[in-house]
């Protein structure tokens, strides 16, 4: 029932939202949302915003949430029937707000469902995926996840010079 319910949820960037771009050593909370856990690659994003705090969010297969403090992650199970969030660990990446959160996640229904639950001011994804009307920012596709850094970098640094803050 859960499934039925998530799949035809009605998943649409909310378009009130202005995107805010910032410096790279401005941003302070950033999170990558992938399809697997993505945290060995902390201190290579670190290197990248030096002042920000690094999030993971990614599914995972087992029921059990056994990640440690700053690497989240979701199951239909974290779900009540109707769609709301039971897992507190869960409510409380919902309910934080990111400057930025890169999404490398592939256009999954659940996947879909947590994503545009999220609370942020700057989101980035690859061109590469189907979800390109929710990303402020489109970064081309990639060989992998640190060239794909790497041009989020490049965009931003040139995006940025021309007065954002």
């Not at 999404?103 to 659940?110: M, R, V």
Request: glycine share 2%.
């Amino acid at each position: 029932m859960k499934k039925i319910i998530i799949n035809q949820a009605k998943i649409k960037k909310r378009l009130e939202r202005k995107p805010i771009l910032r410096k790279l050593d401005v941003y302070r909370e950033v999170l990558v949302v992938a399809d697997e856990d993505k945290s060995q690659l902390e201190s290579f994003i670190n290197a990248i915003f030096p002042r920000a705090k690094i999030y993971f969010l990614f599914p995972r297969n087992e029921k059990e949430d056994q990640t440690k403090t700053d690497v989240f992650s979701y199951h239909i199970s974290d779900l009540n029937l109707t769609g709301k969030v039971k897992n507190d660990k869960l409510k409380k990446v919902l309910d934080n707000r990111f400057d930025l959160v890169v999404d490398l996640s592939k256009n999954l229904p659940l996947n879909n469902f947590i994503l545009a639950r999220l609370n942020h001011t700057f989101m980035v994804g690859s061109a590469s995926n189907n979800k390109s009307l929710w990303y402020d920012l489109i970064i081309p596709e990639a060989k992998n996840d640190k060239e794909l850094f790497e041009h989020i970098k490049t965009q931003i640094n040139l995006l940025s010079q021309n007065g954002a803050k």
